[in-house]
């Protein structure tokens, strides 16, 4: 049987980060990830970095908004955590930070924009509201009918492609083990620590971190755990190469469009159109082993939204659709820390694992090696699932 500190469940931008830091600070570190590294979210996400509040957040109404004005905290981090992120692992990795614009079209769209700004203005985010023509003297490819924009300077894009492997190859190279095609099979407590079967490999382990993404739940309930993270299927599409011209991220407050240009100059347009989960043959319950299938109305509607704002996209073909599963918790906000049922137990996940990634990451591992208490992971704290895990014996 094999021994490390801490064995991570996952192997994709949180579980590499959080293995790259632990490792770095001399922990023996071991990465169990069930197929290939950066696979499933990590490296199929559209690369957003995204830190004013996501539309996802306005749909359901005032006090969930001011529930997730929380997660700004996590944000402000964030900027600085991307602004130093090549640096830090020494390889280019397509970070991009010229500002993001998220536009409104019709007076009530306006109005919450401004709600939303007041509630980022207290938190500390540096937003600003700006009308339609201000919007498009900063961005000339927004069409006529953008009546106003949330201005958000440090917003913009990485290459999902190269963040997870720069984070896996740092921390191979600091002495973490990263092992792929190895899914846990089976995850116990024992006296001390925890056991776990690895694809062949059979390991006793001091804590595990669970940053499975969509799995999170399934690995909780090996330990008699709920961690109620669920999976979602979603759709991006990607248009030709053209010259550059959108240098910002373009998110939209009413509707679900999310834009940026690549390094390469393709245009890629998401936002959170959802595609079809796959479901067991047996009909009992989603196979997360097979991508979503698309469904034909999220692409023309994602098109449709991308094609109002930025007119010229409307020139460029599309030269490809593809889908991926997200998991996000029961109340969208993350959830990251120690599972206070089982202590020894951390998870990290269940919501902006692209933009914030890199930072439940780092402050997990300082939770870890510090033992020190959570500080601005406390408001996402598995802690709030203990109302269910108190069942659980």
């Known amino acids: 049987m094999g021994r490390t500190d801490v064995l991570i469940v996952g192997g994709g931008l949180v579980g590499c980060a959080t293995a790259f830091h632990l490792a770095r600070a001399g922990l023996s570190v ?117 009546a106003a924009a949330l201005w958000a300077p440090d917003e913009g894009h990485a290459d999902p ?73 979603l759709t991006m599409n990607v248009t ?18 999310s834009m940026k240009q690549a390094g390469a100059g393709n245009v890629l347009i998401g936002g959170g159109w959802p595609s079809r989960l796959a479901q067991r043959a047996d009909g009992t319950g989603f196979d997360l082993s097979r991508p979503p299938a698309p469904i034909a109305g999220s692409i023309a509607g994602n098109l449709a939204a991308a094609t109002d704002i930025v007119p010229r996209v409307a020139g460029l073909n599309l030269v490809r659709t593809w889908t991926g599963t997200v998991a996000v918790s029961s109340d969208q906000l993350p959830v990251v820390g120690e599972v206070p049922r089982m202590r020894g137990v951390y998870v990290a996940g269940g919501g902006s694992a692209f933009t914030l990634g890199p930072t439940f990451a780092r402050l997990l591992a300082d939770t870890i090696v510090e033992g020190r208490d959570a500080g601005d992971l406390a408001d996402f704290s598995p802690a709030r699932y203990e109302h269910l895990n108190s069942f659980m014996g």
């Open 30 to 146: 071991l990465v169990a990830e069930a197929g290939d590294v950066n696979a499933v979210a990590s490296g199929q996400n559209a690369g957003s970095l995204h830190f004013q509040m996501e539309r996802r957040f306005l749909e359901q109404g005032d006090a969930v908004m001011a529930q997730a004005a929380r997660v700004i905290r996590l944000n402000r981090r964030a900027i600085d955590e991307w602004r130093g992120l090549e640096a830090l692992l020494g390889t280019p990795l397509g970070v991009a930070m010229n500002g993001g614009l998220m536009v409104a079209e019709t007076p009530e769209q306006v109005d919450l924009l401004d709600r939303k700004a007041r509630l980022e203005e207290a938190a500390g985010m540096a937003t600003r509201l700006i009308d339609g023509g201000q919007a498009r003297d900063r961005a000339p490819y927004l069409g006529p009918q953008v």
């Open 161 to 233: 492609k190269k963040v997870t492997p720069a984070f896996a190859a740092a921390a191979v190279h600091e002495g973490a083990r990263i092992v792929s095609h190895s899914p846990v099979r089976g995850l116990r407590k024992v006296a001390g620590g925890f056991e776990a079967q690895c694809g062949a490999l059979h390991v006793r382990a001091d804590r595990v971190v669970i940053a499975a993404g969509a799995w999170i739940a399934t690995i909780g309930a090996m330990l008699n755990l709920h961690l109620p993270v669920f999976p979602l299927g």
């Open 240 to 257: 030709e190469r053209c010259a550059p011209f959108i240098p910002h991220l373009v998110q939209h407050v009413g509707r679900r469009l």
